[in-house]
């Protein structure tokens, strides 16, 4: 249980072109989705936090409208990078987190899908 | 400001050898632990998680992390590790009350394992 998937998991694009990543939980509905940017021998950065039906909540220093975040069930998340340039090539990851239920398999934990290597020319 | 310290960038051990990866924390309350792996261009794999409890957690392939609240640390440990275990290692700690799940991560410890 808890799989999530992510789709592309390469995509190699020109500049100013914009690029759609679907995260997805397939075994459970996640009302809280996070998307993460990881730089080559780093840590993951989380760039939003992103709830159903409601707006994205960007952290600090992640520009909102290069990266459109959209959240409209409870299995599906999509990042949007606009305009995309050679500086936005990286590999984003997302999770999902299982909500908080008593008895609920992996309550409160968050599982990540494989990550997408978006590489902008 | 929560904070979670890896001590150790690279590690490197012998197959069979036992294995223990450093993770301390800083945080006012007790927080959700986690510890994922992470293989090469994959995403992230969740190994364990300590809530409340047993302060001894088991996880998969082999791993457990015993939680310490005197020293803030969650370290990982293996008995005897095997070549497949090669991986970037991050823990990470979830603060809650009021907050939406976030995970704050180590900068990972690089696990090596010679033949």
């Known amino acids: 249980g808890a799989v999530v998937s992510q789709h592309p998991s390469r995509v190699i694009c020109k500049s100013g072109t914009s690029v759609k990543i679907e995260c997805r939980s397939l075994?459970?509905?996640?009302?809280?989705m996070f998307w993460y940017r990881q730089f080559p021998k780093q840590s993951l950065m989380l760039m939003a936090t992103?709830?159903?039906?409601?707006?994205?909540?960007?952290e600090q220093g992640v520009e909102k409208d290069k990266f459109l975040i959209n959240h409209a069930s409870l299995t599906l998340s999509t990042l949007t990078v606009t305009s995309a340039h050679p500086e936005d090539s990286s590999f984003y990851i997302c999770?999902?987190?299982?909500?908080?239920?008593?008895?609920?398999?992996?309550?409160?934990?968050?599982?990540f899908g494989p990550g997408t290597r978006l590489t902008v020319l | 400001a929560q904070s979670v310290t890896q001590p150790d960038i690279h590690i490197t051990v012998s197959e069979g050898a036992s294995l223990e990866l450093r993770c301390n924390y800083s945080?006012?309350?007790?927080?959700?632990l986690f510890w994922y792996v992470q293989s090469p261009g994959q995403g992230l794999q969740l190994l364990l998680k300590?809530?409340?409890?047993?302060?001894l957690v088991q996880g998969i392939k082999g791993f457990e992390a015993e939680f310490k609240r005197s020293q803030s640390s969650f370290n990982l440990r293996k008995p005897s590790v095997h070549w497949s275990d090669a991986a970037e290692y991050f823990c990470?700690?979830?603060?809650?009350?009021?907050?939406?799940?976030?995970?704050?991560f180590g900068k990972g410890t690089k696990l090596s394992v010679k033949p």
């Open positions: 999770s999902a987190r299982v909500p908080s239920f008593p008895g609920l398999a992996g309550a409160d934990t968050q599982y």
């Open positions: 075994d459970f509905q996640a009302t809280t």
């Open positions: 992103s709830n159903e039906g409601s707006k994205a909540t960007y």
């Open positions: 945080y006012g309350a007790t927080p959700y």
């Open positions: 300590y809530f409340s409890g047993d302060t």
């Open positions: 990470a700690v979830e603060t809650y009350g009021g907050s939406q799940g976030n995970l704050i």
